[in-house]
């Protein structure tokens, strides 16, 4: 099968053909039908072989498709099975410590695995699976985003759209942060109450909460907008360094969301069915996730990038 494989530091993704795998005990094979390409995808071709334990490492952390084989001692789960994979379960995230879903077929964990509402579109089943997960696990597990709260999402990409809606649902009162103004009508069509360009206009504006999706040294700005017991969660890594005044912690609590489980999956894929969530994103040919990437790379793309695999 062909798989678009990272080799190494400063060498371009390459589209590669390997073997097809075979499913250990507790595992699945998972015939691809759509894979998300994420900004973590181009951080970690960046930091390369300090973080894969080895290479070339087929890439793709969101993923979706149908079962095609199954392992030893799996229950629950049947070939013909349409599923997607939870990045941050048993088996370690793939595209970055496994052989991810850029590719014909992956292996997974069957504890890993959401199951896929009868008939949804497979882009969303993948987006779902981390853009969708992370984001909703982050405002609303770690975050704690209900009605009454003043709520501050800082991005509004691929993670911040499905986020600043799902608290919106919750019935929070919720404000977006966003530099790109070509975003701002889909925030405002999503519910919230204001956008801006800048999260620091929101300094001292009594927040109970702001969830940073970008991370471009922009959590001093978040904990500045949340009053005296406010949080601030942290989820997007732009830099791998921030700046902050240790003075603007006092009394306000800033911690770090990774993404989530299944259970938040499968929630997610009920507010796509019902269609109350309904991200932007933008399907390309499995054949395009070279040059995907280095739209990521380059901040050109609008919400979320799915490449549609197989059938």
């Known amino acids: 099968m062909k798989a678009w494989q990272f080799e190494g530091t400063g060498r371009p993704i390459a589209l590669n053909e390997i073997p097809d ?146 608290a919106v649902l919750k019935g929070a009162e919720v404000h977006v942060a966003e530099t790109k103004e070509s975003v701002w009508d889909l925030a405002r069509a999503a519910g919230v109450s204001g956008v801006v360009a800048d999260a620091a206009e929101w300094a001292g504006q009594s927040f109970d909460l702001v969830v940073d999706y970008a991370g471009y040294d922009t959590t001093q700005r978040a904990l500045d907008a949340v009053r005296r017991g406010g949080t601030v969660v942290q989820v997007g890594l732009g830099q791998p360094t921030f700046t902050i005044n240790a003075n603007t912690i006092l009394g306000k609590t800033i911690t770090g969301s990774l993404g989530g489980t299944v259970e938040d999956i499968e929630e997610v894929y009920e507010l796509l069915r019902r269609g109350e969530i309904q991200p932007a994103y933008e399907v390309i040919g499995f054949e395009e996730i070279g040059e995907g990437l280095g739209r990521l790379a380059r901040h050109e793309v609008t919400g979320r990038l799915v490449a549609r695999i197989g059938d």
């Open 21 to 166: 795998p075979q499913p250990g005990p507790g595992e699945v094979v998972i015939d691809m039908r759509a894979a998300g390409l994420c900004h973590s995808d181009v951080m970690y071709m960046q930091i390369g072989e300090r973080a894969m334990p080895f290479l070339p490492m087929t890439q793709g952390h969101e993923n979706a498709g149908v079962i095609s084989a199954i392992g030893e001692g799996v229950t629950g789960w049947e070939v013909g099975d349409a599923v997607g994979v939870c990045p941050s379960g048993v088996r370690p995230p793939a595209g970055m410590f496994t052989p991810g879903g850029f590719a014909g077929k992956m292996v997974a964990h069957s504890a890993d695995l959401a199951r896929v509402p009868e008939g949804m579109d497979w882009a969303l089943a993948a987006l779902a699976t981390d853009a969708g997960m992370t984001s909703y696990h982050a405002i609303i597990k770690v975050g704690g985003a209900r009605e009454g709260m003043k709520v501050g999402v800082i991005g509004y990409g691929g993670l911040g759209q499905v986020g600043a809606r799902a």
